[in-house]
Antibody, heavy 118, light 107 residues
Framework: EVQLVESGGGLVQPGGSLRLSCAAS????????MSWVRQAPGKGLEWVSA????????YYADSVKGRFTISRDNSKNTLYLQMNSLRAEDTAVYYC???????????WGQGTMVTVSS | SYELTQPLSVSVALGQTARITCGGN??????VHWYQQKPGQAPVLVIY???NRPSGIPERFSGSNSGNAATLTISRAQAGDEADYYC??????????FGGGTKLTVL
């Protein structure tokens, strides 16, 4: 079964940048889309971005469009989220999740915390 | 943009049936997925495609979807079912979207 492990979280100042990674174990990484989902402290889940299996199609929530970039390196079985122009409201646990054909998230990583504060 | 509405909280007596609703415009035409999240843990998919259970999810969990509301039903509720529950759909205008979440309390 696929396992996902995020890394790259931390403390960053407003306006700064951070790149998250999500390493996937198991085979057939290229055969499924992937997403990033975040959860601000004490709040609900918010879908952030998705990318197709080939990497040719990407999708973003309005709240991050133009600031975040999703990408993947299928040779390394790794998903990325480049986050620029970070704001306090981007503070959250960021999860990577595997998409299914019905756009459900059947496998999740353990999450990585991003804190945007001066 | 497409929005999903869930009650903030639902309470159920131990051993009874809990029902958590998820409202959305013509949600019956969409595939609804449900997640369970316990404190400090990642979400877990418990229902996908309205009413399908992933392997390992007890039969006590079931789902339905019609009209403007989808429902997650938990039969014979146990203390271990206490968690936050989120519905989620895919919409052409919003891509993936989550409901606000419902806190289930087992009394």
């Amino acid at each position: 079964e696929v396992q996902l492990v995020e890394s790259g979280g931390g403390l960053v100042q407003p306006g700064g940048s951070l790149r998250l990674s999500c390493a996937a174990s198991g085979s057939t990484f290229t055969s499924y889309a992937m997403s990033w989902v975040r959860q601000a402290p004490g709040k609900g889940l918010e879908w952030v971005s998705a990318i197709s299996g080939s990497g040719g199609s990407t999708y973003y929530a309005d709240s991050v469009k133009g600031r975040f970039t999703i990408s993947r390196d299928n040779s390394k079985n790794t998903l990325y989220l480049q986050m620029n122009s970070l704001r306090a409201e981007d503070t959250a646990v960021y999860y990577c999740a595997k998409d299914t054909d019905l756009s459900a998230f059947d496998i999740w990583g353990q999450g990585t915390m991003v804190t945007v504060s001066s | 943009s497409y929005e999903l509405t869930q009650p903030l909280s639902v309470s159920v007596a131990l051993g009874q049936t809990a029902r958590i609703t998820c409202g959305g415009n013509n949600i019956g035409s969409k595939n609804v997925h449900w997640y369970q999240q316990k404190p400090g843990q990642a979400p877990v998919l418990v229902i996908y495609g309205d009413s399908n259970r992933p392997s390992g999810i007890p039969e006590r969990f079931s789902g339905s979807n019609s009209g403007n509301a989808a429902t997650l039903t938990i039969s014979r509720a146990q203390a271990g079912d206490e968690a936050d529950y989120y519905c989620q759909v895919w919409d052409s205008s919003t891509s993936r979207v989550f409901g606000g979440g419902t806190k289930l309390t087992v009394l």
